[in-house]
């Protein structure tokens, strides 16, 4: 079976400081998403990395893929209490004759003002 | 503007009724899926389909099933619901590329499900 941890789980800080949140995997990916769910939402895509070592920017959030595809972080720099939100990433993997996505559990993130 | 449908925000149900999830989606995607999503355990996998009238065991197929007569449409079934089928279900679709590998996942708002 595979897992993809992340962690935290939660995280509440204030806003102006940088927080990292991070999965990982014993398994390869072909490449791994990461979403953001608000309160009585879907979750909504934020970007996808898909070479190992991969690096995107997206304003002030830092998207990183492994050298070996097996874990991912993002780095919010200065966070907003607009970036509150359930951040989940998701890793592409075969299976079967598929491919399918594996779930993070999740970090809630409560940025305070 | 893409756009996947879940019919009802909020059901309140009885044990033992048989409910309904419906999801449609405007994008002519091929992959639909359900999920469930309980506090601090992620999305779990239900159902999924990559095509009209096909249908795959998710994660947690147990006390579900699915039905997908038409591309656009993929309905989640409890035969029987009980209180434990109490969660957030997330209905999401994805185009399938050429080579099999699934892209974003486009989600519902999502139906919050309470069996009393």
């Known amino acids: 079976t595979q897992l993809l941890e992340q962690s935290p789980q939660f995280l509440s800080i204030q806003e102006g400081e940088n927080l990292t949140v991070y999965c990982n995997s014993s398994?390869?990916?072909?490449?791994l998403q990461w979403y953001r769910q608000e309160p009585g939402e879907g979750p909504v895509l934020l970007v996808t990395?898909?070479?190992g070592g991969e690096v995107k920017k997206l304003k002030r959030l830092t998207f990183q893929f492994g050298d070996a595809r097996k874990d991912s972080s993002l780095h919010i720099t200065a966070a907003q209490p607009g970036d509150t939100g359930l951040y989940l990433c998701?890793?592409?993997?075969?299976?079967?004759?598929?491919?399918?996505?594996?779930w993070g559990a999740g970090t809630k993130l409560i940025i305070k003002p | 503007d893409v756009k996947v449908t879940q019919s009802s925000r909020y059901l309140v149900k009885r044990t033992g009724e048989k409910v309904f999830l419906e999801c449609v989606q405007d994008?002519?995607?091929?992959?639909m899926f359900w999920y469930r999503q309980d506090p601090g355990l992620g999305l779990r996998l239900i159902y999924f389909?990559?095509?009209?009238?096909?249908?795959e065991k998710g994660d947690i197929p147990e006390g579900y099933s699915v039905s997908r007569e038409k591309k656009e449409r993929f309905s989640l079934i409890l035969e029987s619901a009980s209180t434990n089928q109490t969660s957030m279900y997330l209905c999401?679709?994805?185009?399938?590329?050429?080579?099999?590998?699934?892209?974003?996942?486009?989600f519902g708002q999502g139906t919050r499900l309470t069996v009393v």
């Open positions: 994008m002519d995607h091929e992959n």
């Open positions: 398994s390869v990916f072909s490449s």
């Open positions: 389909s990559y095509d009209v009238k096909m249908k």
């Open positions: 990395v898909v070479t």
């Open positions: 998701a890793g592409e993997a075969a299976k079967d004759s598929n491919y399918q996505l594996i």
């Open positions: 999401a679709s994805s185009l399938r590329d050429i080579q099999n590998v699934n892209t974003e996942a486009f």
